[in-house]
């Protein structure tokens, strides 16, 4: 009787093939992500299609919103912290580290003022990020050390967040008649 493969085990087989393919052909490993939300004028919102169902934005109540709506600077941080929660679960298994209870959380701050137009040199947009590792493990603490270096170094939000890449904000060309 054969023992049953450990999750660590399980990971490894899953991504083998992927790795091998990217050694072999890197650029298979370029993976598009596309994101659009159908704007609604009238209500103020921006409906984005996820495969987890719509996702409703709209206007934070610092900025005249009602709060019945997600906000997209809450919807950034959730994406990183689902990110970082699934880089952190990933490698914790690859590293044979058991978490019996893992929380991520993403604190940041913006001014209103910036977004509204209050004042010209209040910045737009969040101003920092405090990312909150919160384990339950036995690990000991030089092995946690590294699983969050590494969830920092995997994790594609993280990254993109500390390391942005250039944004080109570009109106669509319309088609030919």
């Known amino acids: ?62 900025t005249g919103g009602d709060g019945t709506q997600a906000c997209s600077g809450d919807i950034l941080l959730q994406a990183l912290v689902a990110c970082a929660g699934v880089t952190l679960s990933s490698v914790a298994t690859a590293m044979g580290i058991e978490l019996r209870l893992a929380t991520v959380t993403a604190n940041g701050t913006w001014d209103a003022r910036g977004t509204l137009g209050v004042d010209r040199d209040a910045p737009v947009g969040l101003t920092g990020v405090d990312l909150v590792f919160d384990l339950d493990t036995d690990a000991a603490p030089d092995k946690v050390d590294r699983l969050l270096e590494l969830t920092e170094r995997y994790c594609v939000v993280a990254r993109t967040l500390a390391e942005p890449p250039a944004l080109t904000v570009r109106r669509s060309t319309p088609a030919a008649p």
Do not use: I
């Not at 598009?32 to 709209?58: E, H, N, Y």
């Open 1 to 62: 009787m054969s023992q049953p493969e450990s999750p660590a085990a399980a990971l490894r087989a899953r991504q083998r093939p992927l790795k091998d393919r990217y050694q072999q052909d890197p650029a298979s490993a370029l993976t598009p992500s596309t994101a659009t939300a159908r704007v609604d004028q009238a209500a103020l919102t921006a409906t984005v299609a996820t495969s987890a169902g719509d996702v409703v934005a709209g206007l934070h109540p610092a």
